[in-house]
Every structure is written in C-alpha cells, then in structure tokens.
C-alpha cells in the first residue's frame, strides 16, 4: 500500500473564492486521482493527475473550476475555485499501486459558506 | 463509460449471519473489482479485490465472486460482527483506467 497525506483536513470558506488541497505520497506512483464524496453518497471521479500534463477531467468537471497540478510522482494538488455552498463536499485523492490497487488519502471536508 | 449499480442500498442483519452484496457493471473490458469498505468519517478501505481471471476469492470471513458473463459480482460477509457495520462500495476498473465506484449499501449488524 501507500501512506498518504492531505492537507488542510478540513476548511470553512467564503463564497467566490478558491482552496487548494494538496495531496502527498510516501512513494512514487503512476496514477493520481481526484474524487468528491458528497454527504451519504458514493464517490466520483473529478479527475486523473497525470504527471508532466494535463488533467483528465470527467464529464462534468472543468479544468477553470478544479485546476490541478502534478508537478512529479509522488504530489498533486486540487484546487476548487470561485467556490459556492454546492461545493461543500468531501475531497479525496487516491493513488494506484501497482496498476490496480487504489488507495485514498484521508480526505479534506470543505464547507462553503 | 463504465456504470456500476449495487444492491441493496441499505442491509440489517443478525449477528452472526451473513450479509450478501451485489453489483453489476456494464463495460465487458473491466478487468478488476475492488469492495471498499468506509466507517463513519474515515476514508475509504479496501478489504478485498478480485481480477477478471478470477471466479472467486475468500479472506477470512469475506469472499467475492465474479460471473463476467453475467457481468455481476458480489461481496459476501459470514459470521458478521458489530464492526462490520459499515457503508460498502463495490467498483469496477475499466479498460481507461479510471475505477468507478456503485452507490454503497449501509450495513447494519443487529445484536
């Protein structure tokens, strides 16, 4: 497996404006994923951070809204930009290991007020 | 894309009895299926997986099963225990890639 970080756990933000949730691996990793749980509900995938270039961005996702960088293989970074209640959400990343199995960081709960 | 749909929503059992989870998924060319495992306020586990070559798998008190032909999966629970009480998500990783996760059933064990 891989032991993986998030940072902030957890933020309160005003409306119109942007955060950024950094994930960390302790080793290198292909994959990189971005998911949103929301509040008793499944999760689904923003986007694969794929390494030295763009996102792939899931059907109803933006790169204006959820720019995401890769900079190598062990961080990325989400971010959710001009924020409304809507995105008050659970944001999780996630890592494949060896090709398939896929683990998750522990989550950054983001409210929007 | 890949759809995954997982029954029942929500399951109560006994203690001591078995709970059964289904899934389907539609994408032929999906050759993994993991079952997550998510207790309240914590992330997401992975508690068993199965690959497309594979009829069945077992780990202790659970198992999943694979029909590809029918395109169904399950997770199977024996002997459930108070800390099974959780929400399960089945998933499917298709041929992009991208694991895509069914809805979740919440698990109740009963005393």
């Known amino acids: 497996s891989a032991v993986i970080s998030q940072k902030p756990s957890r933020d309160i933000c005003q409306r119109g404006t942007s955060l950024t949730i950094q994930c960390q691996v302790d080793?290198?990793?292909?994959?990189m994923f971005w998911y949103r749980q929301q509040p008793g509900q499944s999760l689904t995938l923003i986007a694969t951070?794929?390494?030295?270039?763009?996102?792939?961005?899931e059907s109803g996702f933006v790169i204006d809204k959820f720019p995401i960088s890769r900079p190598n293989l062990t961080f990325s970074t989400l971010t959710v930009s001009n924020m409304s209640p809507e995105d008050s959400s659970i944001y999780l990343c996630?890592?494949?290991?060896?090709?398939?199995?896929?683990?998750f960081g522990p989550g950054t709960r983001l409210t929007v007020t | 894309g890949e759809n995954v749909e997982q029954h029942p929503s929500t399951l109560s059992v006994q203690e001591g009895d078995s709970a059964v989870i289904k899934c389907t998924y539609s994408?032929?060319?999906?050759?993994?299926f993991p079952w997550y495992k998510q207790e309240l306020g914590k992330r997401p586990q992975l508690i068993i997986d199965?690959?497309?070559?594979?009829g069945e798998k077992k780990d202790q008190r659970i198992a999943v099963t694979l029909n590809k032909t029918a395109k169904h999966f399950s997770l199977h629970i024996t002997e459930t225990q108070p800390e099974d009480s959780a929400v399960y998500f089945c998933?499917?990783?298709?041929?992009?890639?991208?694991?895509?996760f069914g809805k979740g059933t919440r698990l109740h064990i009963l005393p």
């Open positions: 951070a794929n390494q030295g270039s763009e996102a792939t961005y």
């Open positions: 080793s290198q990793v292909t994959m």
């Open positions: 994408d032929s060319a999906s050759n993994y």
């Open positions: 996630s890592v494949a290991v060896s090709g398939l199995e896929q683990y």
């Open positions: 998933a499917a990783k298709s041929g992009d890639d991208k694991i895509i």
């Open positions: 199965i690959r497309s070559n594979v």
